[in-house]
């Protein structure tokens, strides 16, 4: 599946549904991701995939977003039309990469602050992934 997605965690809200408007004319496919979804691996979500046994560790709530199959032009339209339509920016972004397709969301949150905190501290982030 080659279609441009965005993964939504904890946006299952109004600003959720601002957001999920937001990316109607963009092309841009949207999925909320459940709780009990965050012990798949990211391309198993994208996949559609559902799990066998609902995840039942304790759920982060901050809100999140992960953009899958999105190239620079299409990226750069979905955050400008962010400041355009004044929403104010979700903290935690990330871009599918080949190394964390394997992870589940869980681990992808916890890497997401671990770079944000570095960042803050102005060591900056010390993985390959993109965010």
Same mark, same amino acid.
């Given at each position: 599946?080659? #279609? +441009? @997605?965005?993964? #939504?965690?904890?946006?299952?809200?109004?600003?959720?549904?601002?957001?999920? %408007?937001?990316?109607l004319p963009l092309? @841009? %496919?949207?999925? @909320?991701?459940? +709780?009990?979804?965050? /012990?798949?691996? #990211?391309?198993?979500?994208v996949e559609g /995939?559902?799990?066998?046994?609902?995840?039942?560790? *304790?759920?982060?709530?901050? &809100?999140?977003?992960?953009?899958?199959?999105?190239p620079s032009p299409?990226?750069? $339209?979905?955050?400008?039309?962010?400041? $355009?339509? %004044?929403?104010?920016?979700?903290?935690? %972004?990330?871009?599918?990469?080949?190394?964390?397709?394997?992870?589940?969301?869980?681990?992808?949150?916890? *890497?997401?602050?671990? &770079?944000?905190?570095?960042?803050?501290?102005?060591?900056?982030?010390?993985?390959?992934?993109?965010?």
């Amino acid at each position: 599946m080659n #279609l +441009p @997605l965005v993964l #939504l965690y904890n946006l299952n809200n109004p600003r959720g549904a601002r957001l999920r %408007k937001l990316c109607l004319p963009l092309g @841009l %496919k949207t999925r @909320l991701v459940a +709780p009990e979804e965050y /012990g798949l691996p #990211l391309g198993v979500l994208v996949e559609g /995939g559902t799990p066998d046994t609902p995840w039942s560790g *304790e759920p982060f709530s901050d &809100e999140m977003l992960v953009l899958v199959n999105c190239p620079s032009p299409l990226m750069d $339209r979905f955050l400008q039309s962010f400041r $355009r339509n %004044k929403l104010p920016p979700v903290a935690l %972004k990330a871009v599918l990469t080949p190394t964390n397709r394997q992870w589940d969301s869980v681990a992808l949150h916890a *890497e997401l602050l671990r &770079e944000r905190e570095a960042i803050g501290q102005g060591q900056g982030a010390h993985t390959d992934q993109q965010t």
